[in-house]
């Protein structure tokens, strides 16, 4: 089976470092024209020298900044066939007991993991119901699924409406042709915040991880956007609504 995405254009959320740079490249790779969108100007410069390759820099946190990111992404293609929500990420925090968490923190989690996902959509998608087809991959996260490692209440809770949102929208836009699905990654080390996590966790810890995921390895940034590849292709045409985990069969 060959995966080819040859003259279509996504959109990838994210796109400045670990798991969204690798959807890039991927994507990139396997012929697609690619819009990378990230609020970090500079993470975004490594991409701006890949054939098919665009960069765009804003805040996607709020509808007004992501209506208008998507509308330049939008000038500069015609037109986006698919997006791929991989903005998110645990914002510079740590694990907390609940009476030490203040609001601001709860806000920031949720604006980069749930809100841009649906400002996002919401701009997007009106392009892809005209022309019929249309694909939306979010990366989501094992902590969308069950407690998470990084016992960060906020990212958990972001991650478990992040997969509603997912189920949500497949719902309400597979009589357009569009797919909606979610990529759930085990513990990968894909960015400075997973490599700190990682490493303050200490020798025990870090064995004890390995050893409940069936392959006896962390990820790595290319499972994930493989995956992506994948659910973006003709192959997935009617796969919808699921949520695919690619942990290397963590327990």
């Given amino acids: 089976m060959q995966l080819t995405l040859a003259g279509q254009v996504f959109a990838v959320t994210g ?3 670990g798991i969204g740079a690798a959807i890039v490249r991927t994507l ?3 012929g697609a024209t690619v819009a990378a969108m ?4 500079a993470g975004l410069y490594p991409l701006a020298g890949l054939p098919g390759v665009s960069c765009h820099a804003g805040d996607l946190g709020r509808q007004e900044g992501a209506r208008a990111l998507c509308e330049t992404v939008l000038d500069r293609h015609g037109r986006v066939d698919g997006l791929i929500a991989a903005a998110g990420g645990v914002r510079g925090q740590v694990g907390r007991p609940l009476d030490h968490v203040d609001e601001a923190d709860w806000r920031a989690i949720f604006a980069a993991n749930v809100d841009a996902v649906m400002w996002c959509a919401q701009a997007l998608t009106p392009g892809m119901r005209a022309a019929g087809s249309g694909r939306i991959v979010t990366i989501s996260s094992g902590a969308g699924l069950k407690p998470s490692l990084t016992g960060i209440q906020a990212y958990t809770a972001a991650k478990h409406a992040l997969v509603g949102l997912t189920k949500q929208l497949a719902l309400e836009l597979g009589p357009s042709g569009i797919t909606v699905n979610s990529v759930a990654p085990g513990f ?3 960015n400075p915040s997973t490599e700190r996590q990682w490493q303050a966790f200490g020798p025990d810890r870090q064995k ?3 050893d409940s995921i069936h392959l006896r390895r962390l990820g790595q940034a290319d499972d994930i956007a493989n995956a992506v590849v994948f659910l973006c292709s003709r192959q997935a045409d009617w796969i919808t609504g699921q949520i695919l985990q690619v942990d290397g069969g963590h327990g």
Avoid: P
């Fill in 15 to 17: 796109a400045a470092q």
């Fill in 28 to 30: 990139a790779g396997s």
């Fill in 38 to 41: 990230d609020i970090d100007d």
């Fill in 188 to 190: 990968i080390l894909s």
């Fill in 208 to 210: 004890r991880i390995i």
